[in-house]
């Protein structure tokens, strides 16, 4: 049996919108790392989504507001929507770091995490099908797996590039800049797991 009741499948639809968001912007930052231009341009279209995201988010709590009765506890809807606003403001952010550092220089641990964060987005988005449904399926397990794993790369990533960081750079102020850049990169990258964690356990709680 479907939890997400017919008449209240606008929470539904709203994740689903998040999860829309959050594939955009790893779109946006997966070209952007690779071509490394028009910086302002991308800070601007970045701004946008994470704008529309949290328009989202709000229509989510305003929607807790005026419900009663809803399909699966408030307060893992508040979270799930808190934390999901949460991980597209934290891409945004780097974006628009990258901009106002004016670091022009390509490096390689963005694209590195563009990559898991496209590869995120997707799995993300499928696992919010699987709220559909109050079964803990082998589905679910193999996609916060793949998460878990993602997570896992961008943990070495990081570790791998700050080393690198701090043995290589002669200059204070680059190495301030690209600290902040790689500690916003893997915050980006556990909140994409901790998203994961939380649409696990309201699957399991309404099984």
């Known amino acids: 049996m479907k939890f997400f009741l017919p008449k209240q499948s606008e929470f539904f639809n ?6 829309g968001c959050f594939i955009e912007i790893t779109d946006l930052f997966h070209n952007f790392s690779h071509k490394f231009s028009d ?11 994470e704008k529309r995201a949290d328009v989202v988010a709000h229509s989510i709590i305003d929607g807790l507001n005026r419900t009663f009765v809803t ?14 606003d949460d991980l597209v403001d934290l891409v945004e952010n780097v974006i628009r770091d990258i901009y106002v550092y004016e670091v022009t220089e390509k490096f390689d641990a963005a694209v590195e995490f563009a990559i898991l964060f496209k590869a995120s987005a997707v799995y993300l988005n499928d696992l919010i099908a699987c709220l559909q449904e109050s079964k803990y399926t082998d589905k679910v397990v193999s996609l916060k797996i793949k998460i878990h794993e993602l997570e896992d790369r ?11 960081l701090f043995k290589e750079s002669t200059d204070p102020i680059v190495t301030i800049k690209m600290k902040y850049l790689l500690e916003g990169l893997e915050n ?7 998203v994961s ?4 356990g309201i699957i399991i709680k309404s099984t």
């Open 14 to 19: 709203s994740f689903k919108e998040l999860g």
């Open 154 to 164: 961008g943990d070495t990533i990081y570790m791998e590039n700050m080393r690198k």
């Open 39 to 49: 910086f302002e341009a991308v800070a601007k279209q970045a701004g946008d989504i």
């Open 71 to 84: 399909p699966i506890d408030r307060e893992d809807i508040y979270l799930l929507a808190h934390e999901f």
């Open 188 to 194: 980006a990258m556990d909140k994409c797991q901790r």
């Open 197 to 200: 964690d939380i649409i696990e």
